[in-house]
């Protein structure tokens, strides 16, 4: 037998199974009773874009020191699909572990002789103790979750208190599966011998008061806290969770207590096109309002969302990305929509990105871009992606102020109508910071009232194709932009444990790979600075960073280095001094990745040095 890898709360596990065969809750079950044992999980669904057939993977991260991006790797497989036996194989580590179904012998070189094989006859339990084949496929999941139990030192109670909460008085089903819980532990118990398998669960209390939620459902209620009255969708993957999320805590939180009325606006529309159109319509009324959506659909919506940016009307959009182009990979994630948002629509356009990098920051920038888009009149783009929006992540709990009011920007009330002596300008610049005063319609019988158009207007809405009434409207919509860099959520500094010459810029959900692979930097000596972008435009402090380094990694989820794009445009930087690290095969970014892409640009030079 080959060396077996050891580890006590830091280990990946990878699920390999066949999509529909009921094994999703059977690995979530897994993944849970491993966090309510004080150990945190990272876990992560890669599924396919068909309903049954095709492969599907569950993987989880199991950590102790709470890393929760992919590490990289896999150090126990748990193989249930025929179909992806060879490839599944190959990323077992040397030293790990392959479970798998014993029911059929197999020949020994269907296996590695560098990992130890833990074989479980499965299918003849399930059919020694099932005649329905439909009760035979689930309870084998189960089994196999009984088996791993006792292998790793997942303490079954916590398996039982799990079944217990998700079959309340259906006491049926609860039986049904901790008796299929126990074929599993059983088996094991008489026929192998657990100490076999060193990765171990030890009880702890890492966890602390986080929660564990998707990204979908997180933005979703920050727009019911947000204020958010209006969500016009479409279906799409992977965004449409968002917007049945929102429905259901409107449900819980958005009816009058006295009538039951509903005090909120859910349509789902015919296309993207169309619920982009109802949301910028709601928004010109003055009520605040969403729409939900992956890349395809930003391209339908293109031509309205330029209305909006145009005609100066708030809209917030939420982008849960996707694989692209076109249908590109439905399932699969990518931060690959940074160009396609930044400048969506014809002519000059520049809008407001959001980079929410776990569950928490999408319901706070859910929130915060209800009160930009207010506040600026402008659309604000949230920029999540499937690896936050689909998959359950560790974060800590949502905070919000009872005493917070609505940031609704500037609007003129009936009463300053009244009061104001010159004339209003719908699209006049007062105070130098780009942003006009507006009205709600009907605010006032005579006064306030102005023409809303895509076409070119002057200081008072007037129609106007004069060249300089043109320029001085494009030119106060810079100055807009340079406002939004101030008010828009500020990048994040990590420092350096030395000082350094050597700098990295991430966003989004590449944040907890990167937040490993700075670690496992500093541990071969490699200390860089690194920055957090949470929104676009790119303020003063992002200039600054790459004005302060000499090299600068810039690691993006896309082929194309979308952000570096828009660094070299907006910043003016050299070309060379931005260094891109491109990941875009569709899987979330591992450390792994992220550090050995640095140090294989690092260590030419280390060499050369030496």
Same mark, same amino acid.
């Given at each position: 037998?080959?060396?077996?890898? /050891? =580890?006590?709360?830091d280990f990946v596990v990878k699920f390999a199974n066949v999509n529909g065969s009921g094994s999703a809750s059977a690995n979530e079950l897994f993944a849970r009773a491993i966090l309510r044992m004080g150990v945190p999980v990272s876990p992560r669904n890669i599924f396919p874009s068909n309903i049954q057939g095709l492969p599907t993977w569950y993987e989880v991260r199991v950590t102790e020191k709470g890393y929760l991006g992919r590490r990289g790797g896999v150090d126990l497989m748990v193989a249930m699909n025929p179909q992806t036996w060879a490839e599944d194989i190959k990323e077992i580590e040397p030293g790990g572990y392959l479970f798998y179904d014993a029911t059929k012998p197999m020949p020994p070189?269907?296996?590695?002789?560098?990992?130890?094989?833990?074989?479980?006859?499965?299918?003849?339990?399930?059919?020694?103790?099932?005649?329905?084949?439909?009760?035979?496929q689930l309870f084998k999941n189960i089994i196999y979750v009984g088996a791993l139990s006792v292998l790793l030192d997942i303490d079954p109670k916590e398996i039982e208190r799990l079944f217990g909460e998700q079959y309340k008085g259906k006491e049926k089903l609860l039986d049904s599966n901790i008796k299929a819980l126990h074929l599993g532990r059983d088996w094991v118990a008489k026929n192998l011998d657990p100490s076999a398998v060193k990765l171990k669960v030890r009880r702890a209390d890492a966890v602390g008061n986080r929660i564990f939620v998707e990204g979908n459902n997180a933005a979703a209620l920050g727009c019911v806290y947000g204020g958010a009255t209006v969500c016009a969708w479409y279906p799409i993957t992977p965004s449409s969770s968002l917007a049945e999320a929102f429905q =259901?805590?409107?449900?819980?939180?958005?009816?009058?207590? /006295?009538?039951?009325?509903?005090?909120?606006?859910?349509?789902?529309?015919?296309?993207?096109?169309?619920?982009?159109?109802?949301?910028?319509?709601?928004?010109?009324?003055?009520?605040?309002?969403?729409?939900s959506t992956s890349g395809p659909?930003?391209?339908?919506?293109?031509?309205?969302?330029?209305? =909006?940016?145009?005609?100066?009307?708030?809209?917030?959009?939420?982008?849960?990305?996707?694989?692209?182009?076109?249908?590109?990979?439905?399932?699969?994630?990518?931060?690959?929509?940074? $160009?396609?948002?930044?400048?969506?629509?014809?002519?000059?356009?520049?809008?407001? $990105?959001?980079?929410?990098?776990?569950?928490?920051?999408?319901?706070?920038?859910?929130?915060?871009? $209800?009160d930009l888009a207010d506040r600026l009149q402008t659309p604000v783009f949230v920029m999540t992606d499937l690896d936050i929006g689909m998959n359950q992540r560790l974060c800590a709990p949502f905070e919000w102020d009872d005493a917070r009011a609505y940031d609704r920007g500037k609007v003129m009330t009936a009463e300053d109508l009244q009061?104001?002596?010159?004339?209003?300008?719908?699209?006049l610049d007062v105070d130098g910071d780009g942003i006009p005063f507006r009205t709600y319609p009907g605010t006032h019988p005579t006064k306030g009232s102005f023409f809303t158009r895509g076409t070119t207007k002057d200081r008072y809405a007037k129609?106007?194709? /004069?060249?300089?009434?043109?320029?001085?409207?494009?030119?106060?919509?810079?100055?807009?932009?340079?406002?939004?860099?101030?008010?828009?959520?500020?990048?994040v500094l990590r420092p350096a444990k030395s000082a350094t010459r050597t700098g990295v810029i991430y966003f989004g959900s590449t944040s907890p790979a990167m937040t490993e692979a700075l670690d496992r930097l500093d541990e071969q000596g490699v200390h860089m600075d690194a920055l957090r972008l949470r929104a676009y435009p790119l303020s003063q402090a992002v200039t600054d960073f790459v004005a302060g380094h000499d090299t600068v990694f810039l690691v993006e989820q896309n082929r194309d280095g979308q952000l570096r794009m828009l660094m070299l445009s907006d910043l003016g930087a050299d070309p060379g001094k931005i260094v891109p690290i491109l990941h875009y095969d569709g899987t979330?970014?591992?450390?792994?990745?992220?550090?050995?892409?640095?140090?294989?640009?690092?260590?030419?030079?280390?060499? =050369?040095?030496?």
């Open positions: 037998m080959p060396k077996a890898l /050891e =580890a006590v709360n070189s269907m296996f590695r002789p560098d990992i130890n094989i833990v074989g479980v006859p499965l299918t003849a339990i399930c059919n020694a103790t099932y005649t329905d084949a439909r009760q035979r =259901a805590h409107c449900r819980r939180h958005r009816h009058d207590k /006295e009538t039951g009325k509903a005090k909120y606006a859910i349509v789902q529309a015919e296309d993207e096109l169309a619920s982009i159109g109802m949301v910028i319509g709601a928004g010109w009324n003055g009520a605040r309002a969403f729409t659909g930003i391209s339908l919506m293109t031509e309205f969302i330029g209305l =909006a940016y145009f005609a100066e009307i708030p809209a917030v959009i939420i982008n849960v990305q996707r694989g692209g182009p076109s249908t590109g990979m439905p399932t699969r994630t990518q931060q690959a929509d940074i $160009l396609s948002c930044a400048l969506a629509s014809n002519g000059d356009t520049r809008h407001v $990105l959001l980079f929410p990098e776990d569950p928490k920051e999408c319901f706070d920038l859910a929130a915060t871009a $209800l009061a104001a002596t010159a004339k209003f300008g719908r699209y129609y106007s194709e /004069e060249g300089p009434v043109y320029v001085d409207n494009m030119e106060r919509l810079v100055r807009k932009l340079e406002t939004a860099k101030a008010i828009a959520p500020q990048p979330p970014i591992t450390a792994r990745f992220i550090t050995d892409a640095i140090m294989s640009h690092i260590a030419p030079k280390r060499l =050369a040095a030496e």
